[in-house]
């Protein structure tokens, strides 16, 4: 699933504009292993022309990204993709797409700063590309999902993929087609519902007794 590709299937949208009552913005970062589709994510699901900043790889790049699996990959992410998502009137989702090579993982900690969550999309057939942003997550202590993406190749059980990816329990898993609009979507559902059951479970302050 190259960027080629998945741009053609892209539905064209026009671009809406933010309303002007829109007061509380929500910040959501997509992350995950270097060609898993979070562009491909970002795109699919936002409202808006998305801002990307993708270059064209190079020849120079060869000898210090790992390409192994997504050969047919032309182009990538070298800051940070941005979509955005009306909740209501007042509530806006902001979007953000890490940049998976490794040398772009500078990036991560400012990224996850002020994140509600995250959504970790992973290559079912490279797995372990994926380990570093549950790691920095799980440092961060931000709730996150995983969303394992569909690129046609053996399937594997949720189960396999907790056990690779060394998941809690409470972490939800789901599957998803990151190039489609209502999959992206669910995705995004999956983690609002999670943060819900993080919130409630979080122990609440005690009042101070009226004197």
């Not at 992350?31 to 562009?39: E, S, W």
Request: aromatic share 8%.
């Amino acid at each position: 699933m190259d960027s080629e590709t998945s741009e053609k299937r892209q539905r064209p949208r026009q671009d809406r504009h933010l309303s002007s009552t829109a007061d509380n913005g929500l910040k959501i970062v997509v992350t995950g292993g270097f060609g898993v589709g979070k562009t491909t994510m970002v795109r699919s699901v936002s409202e808006i022309r998305p801002l990307n900043t993708e270059e064209t790889m190079s020849e120079a790049g060869e000898h210090v990204d790992d390409t192994a699996g997504v050969a047919a990959k032309t182009a990538t992410t070298v800051a940070f993709d941005f979509g955005r998502i009306s909740l209501d009137a007042h509530n806006v989702l902001y979007l953000f797409g890490a940049p998976g090579q490794e040398r772009f993982w500078f990036l991560w900690d400012r990224l996850f700063s002020g994140t509600l969550g995250a959504v970790v999309l992973v290559d079912p057939r490279r797995l372990a590309d994926s380990w570093y942003a549950v790691d920095r997550l799980e440092h961060h202590g931000t709730p996150f999902v995983v969303a394992c993406n569909d690129f046609g190749g053996p399937a594997h059980t949720a189960a396999q993929i907790r056990e690779a990816l060394d998941l809690a329990d409470e972490v939800p898993l789901v599957f998803c087609d990151a190039r489609s609009r209502e999959s992206s979507k669910q995705v995004l559902i999956s983690l609002v519902e999670h943060l819900r059951t993080v919130v409630a479970s979080e122990p609440q302050p005690i009042p101070e007794p009226t004197p």
